[in-house]
């Protein structure tokens, strides 16, 4: 589970078994668990919230996607480093 950065008390992360999907990351408070926040980054380096499953205020979670679209190319060079893939797959 490679970690990518903590704002807040939160965790942003990969599971280390989820490349076959698009890119994306996990957001939680404290330890990981199977109940993270799921947010899509997009071709166009914007971020879809999949589900909010650790229920993470809106406020908290506004400025989370902020952070996650700005740090967009340091996020998708981790994805391919560490699924060892040169191609990304985007939700959209």
Request: glycine residues 4%; contains cysteine.
């Amino acid at each position: 589970m490679p970690s990518l950065f903590r704002i807040g008390g939160y965790l942003v992360f990969f599971w280390s078994n989820e490349n076959n999907e698009p890119i994306h990351v996990h957001i939680v408070k404290g330890k990981p668990s199977p109940n993270t926040t799921k947010v899509w980054l997009t071709r166009a380096g914007q971020c879809i919230v999949a589900n909010n499953s650790s229920k993470i205020p809106q406020n908290d979670l506004n400025e989370l996607l902020d952070v996650i679209s700005a740090q967009f190319f340091m996020i998708c060079q981790k994805w391919k480093e560490h699924f060892k893939v040169e191609e990304i797959r985007f939700f959209c």
